[in-house]
């Protein structure tokens, strides 16, 4: 009878610790569901936190690209606007000068024995030097930094007028070489030794020193130059041959009075 107790104690013992053993295990397996729950939503925040994060630091790097490209635009911006700036200063203070040399003007007269007769009036109120003028065959605007283009480096050498010095006033020349409606173009340097071109169309532009006026010679391939003789005016010479008849009349006359 005991043994029977016993044993029948013992199942429900066994029993009971099953029915525990179970809860605790669906327990646990619920738990360990809300837990992984849990972590698979921590898990979505913390993504979805860092996916914003993402996207607002690839919004800031964006927009501060556009910060540095528009800071760069606006330094290549104001660089220009120096160079132009100091251009402008530079042409303001050119002007009066300008103005000064825009006074030497040359044209041709006529032509005679397949010479161009020129006439050079030097308005500019002093002397000038290096005086080059220059035929160039253009139906259009000739500019300084157009000239080379007339004169290729190998090419035929252009015609030209040069004289060391030029005086105020008007004075004549002549261009060898056969004339075919060449517009005329004229370099020269004023009294402060400063160098301009004068276009055919009146433009005058600033070439700067003795050395940029020679590169610009070599340019035209005119490395050496050579001046240009200034024509004999005939009143000169019939005064030349009145004043020697004069004398020969007075030599005559003394040798008949002695």
């Known amino acids: 009878m005991k043994e029977k ?4 104690w013992l199942t429900v013992l066994a029993l009971v610790v099953g029915f525990a053993a179970m809860g605790a295990s669906v327990w646990l397996s619920t738990q360990a569901a809300k837990q992984t729950q849990r972590n698979s939503q921590l898990a979505g925040q913390l993504y979805q936190a860092s996916r914003t ?3 607002e630091a690839f919004s800031i790097k964006k927009r501060l690209d556009k910060l540095a490209s528009d800071n760069s635009s606006l330094k290549k911006k104001n660089a220009r606007l ?10 303001n203070q050119d002007l009066p000068a300008a103005s000064v040399a ?3 003007n040359v044209w041709e007269t006529e032509e005679k024995s397949g010479e161009l007769q020129l006439e050079i009036d030097n308005q500019t109120g002093q002397a000038v030097s290096d005086l080059l003028v220059l035929a160039v065959a253009a139906s ?20 030209y007028f040069y004289r060391k010095e030029v005086a105020i006033g008007k004075t004549e020349g002549s261009l060898t070489g056969a ?3 060449s517009d005329l173009v004229s370099l020269f340097a004023d009294a402060s030794g400063v160098y301009w071109f004068k276009g055919n169309r009146g433009q005058v532009k600033k070439i700067g020193s003795q050395a940029h006026f020679k590169k610009l010679l070599r340019q035209i391939s005119l490395n050496k130059l050579e001046e240009s003789p200034l024509p004999v005016k005939k009143m000169e010479k019939k ?11 007075k030599q005559s006359s003394k040798k008949k009075a002695e």
């Open 239 to 249: 005064k030349t041959s009145k004043k020697t008849t004069k004398k020969t009349e």
């Open 53 to 55: 994060k993402s996207q």
């Open 140 to 159: 259009g605007r000739i500019t300084l930094n157009s000239l080379p283009g007339y004169f290729p480096v190998g090419g035929a050498k252009p015609r």
């Open 5 to 8: 107790n016993w044993l029948t």
């Open 102 to 104: 825009a006074g030497l």
């Open 82 to 91: 120096a160079k132009e700036n100091q251009a402008l200063k530079q042409a």
């Open 179 to 181: 004339y075919a409606g």
